[in-house]
């Protein structure tokens, strides 16, 4: 009908990671994670974004640590080869909190905690496997 708005979707979602120690996060992220700095705010830098193979993550320092939070996840991250990004991360320094896991919901997960206590769920749909 003419006048209509078109009907919303949502994109996409990033997770904002909060950091009390942005260049530790930022060592974490680029060199144990393997992810890419994408860009920086702050002189010196107290945010940024995070890339590695389509997947984003924001890390802000300009708010503090992440506030407590037991037992919940931070960010999921959808993944295939679990086995591979498990190995290389804990080869790499990466604190493994969760070993891989076949959970309930029929995923496979493993659980990262970054140095400000942020966790990371690593998750692998079987149907995703080759």
Known sequence: MPGE?????LLRATPVLRSADYPRSRAFYRDVLGFQV??????P???GIFERDGAVL????WHGGPPEVSGGWHAYLHVTGLEALRDAFAAAGA???????H???DMREFEVTDPDG???CFGED?????
């Open 118 to 120: 942020n966790v990371l």
């Open 58 to 61: 924001f890390v802000d320092s």
């Open 103 to 105: 959970t309930v919901y």
């Open 45 to 47: 830098p107290r945010f």
């Open 95 to 101: 604190e493994i909190t969760r070993q891989i896991e």
């Open 38 to 43: 994408v860009e920086e705010g702050g002189n």
């Open 126 to 130: 079987p149907q995703d496997i080759g």
């Open 5 to 9: 708005q078109p009907a919303s979707k």
